[in-house]
């Protein structure tokens, strides 16, 4: 099965077995306990809600086929999986490498809950040069944390050399695919052990539910991840797991379009006066294009770029325009807009953000599968106003 296949089909076989209700769209169960006739056997094979539940069981099905993996955890949300994932593989006073460019709430997990409270620290590293994750390697280093592209700007890291470095020394690799969505790239199939998402972007892709996931091929991480699913709790719930197998089907169509728009928004921005810098993965001038287009089969929805003005331009702007919503998050739909300085990387120290090049004039952009030439009438007009 193709990628847009299984992101119709598995996980929702219509039940044409007697007594089979045949529904082509997956049912959601709501009931937290289930009844059995023996006391020895579950009568369909569920006991309690949090443990299993029909309708997460058929998102997970349909996740772990997004990644073509063999096996998806579900949990509340982006950071409940990644708490959970924490929990399953690293052990008090272990230590973890990371990519320097993170996800601000990982790195506000990782620094504020983990170090203080259970002394797993972690080092990271510029990722980019995969020798810099073989140098951070110490000898409690328990897991590898990369994400790709990041966020917000766009730095890329070459999984399959550090997957080597982590295999090297027997130490598990995880990669934050959220950014990129399995449609464009597929972290299992270049060496990580595990691959995690926030399905409350591009998965479910309509900015109306919160969640997360783990896909992984090694049974014993899944059994752990399991394992915590259900001793920890962070579940995600029927209906959110509905939402996303309904947003879900439309991934591969959604991805074409997100990046169409986004690829000719960036060369829009690329020949414009007013902008110092753009980052694409798909530009050529993007400094890494051709890890790109060896390790991706698309470049995705998000672009990041650097007003040629002060910060008030760069407020103008996004006060200005109208369809792109000033907002954090990315990945559904609709177009958004945000700065990072004032809004999703707020919580990263001024220094650390001026050392990792996220300038207060930076504005990143989620492109939406809106009418292209009305997003780009919308820019030209924020230009005019905001200078
Ligand atoms: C949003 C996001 C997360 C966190 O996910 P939530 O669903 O918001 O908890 C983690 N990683 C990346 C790259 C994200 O964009």
């Known amino acids: 099965m193709k990628f847009e296949t299984r992101a119709i089909h598995v996980g929702e076989e219509p039940n044409l077995k007697p007594g089979g209700s045949g529904d082509v769209a997956h049912p959601i169960h709501l009931a937290s306990t289930f009844a059995r006739a023996k006391v020895d056997e579950p009568t369909g094979g569920y006991e309690y ?43 008090a006073g272990g230590h973890i490498v990371a990519f320097d460019d993170l996800y601000g709430g990982t790195r506000r997990l990782f620094a504020q809950i983990f170090e203080p409270n259970y002394n797993i620290t972690t080092t990271f590293v510029d990722a980019r040069d995969p020798g810099n994750v073989a140098q951070a390697i110490q000898e409690n280093t328990q897991l590898i944390w990369m994400e790709t592209p990041t966020n917000p700007l766009l730095k890329l890291c070459d999984i399959q050399a550090i997957a080597g470095i982590a295999r090297e020394h027997g130490i598990p690799m995880v990669v934050d695919n959220t950014f ?22 591009y998965i479910n892709g309509h900015s109306d539910s919160v969640g997360g996931a783990i896909i992984t091929n090694n049974a014993a991480f899944y059994e752990s991840l399991k394992f915590v699913q259900n001793a920890a709790g962070a579940i995600l719930s029927p209906f959110d797991s509905f939402l996303i197998l309904r947003g879900s089907k439309t991934l591969a169509v959604r991805m074409e379009r997100h990046q169409h728009n986004a690829m000719t928004i960036a060369r829009f921005l690329e020949q414009h006066p007013r902008v110092k810098q753009v980052l694409y993965p798909g530009l050529p ?70 050392e990792l090049g996220i300038a207060d004039g930076l504005i990143r952009i989620s492109v939406g599968i809106e009418n292209v030439d009305d997003l780009l009438e919308d820019l030209e007009n924020a230009f005019n106003k905001a200078f």
């Open 180 to 201: 990129a969505s399995p449609y464009f790239q597929n972290p299992l199939a270049l060496g990580a052990d595990l691959v995690l998402h926030s399905t409350t972007k």
């Open 49 to 91: 809600a949090r443990t299993a539940n029909p309708t997460r069981d058929a998102l997970e099905k349909r996740l772990a086929a997004l990644e073509d993996g063999q096996y998806a955890v579900a949990f509340a949300s982006g950071l409940a999986a990644e708490t959970s994932l924490i929990l399953a593989l690293v052990k």
């Open 285 to 354: 001038s993007h400094p890494q294009h051709e890890l790109a287009k060896t390790q991706m089969r698309g470049f995705g929805g998000m672009v990041s770029f650097e007003l040629d003005g002060t910060l008030e331009n760069a407020k103008r702007f996004v006060e200005t325009v109208r369809y792109f919503a000033l907002a954090e998050s990315l990945g559904g739909v609709e177009s958004l807009i945000e700065l990072p300085a004032i809004m999703t990387h707020a919580s990263v120290p001024p220094e650390v953000r001026r």
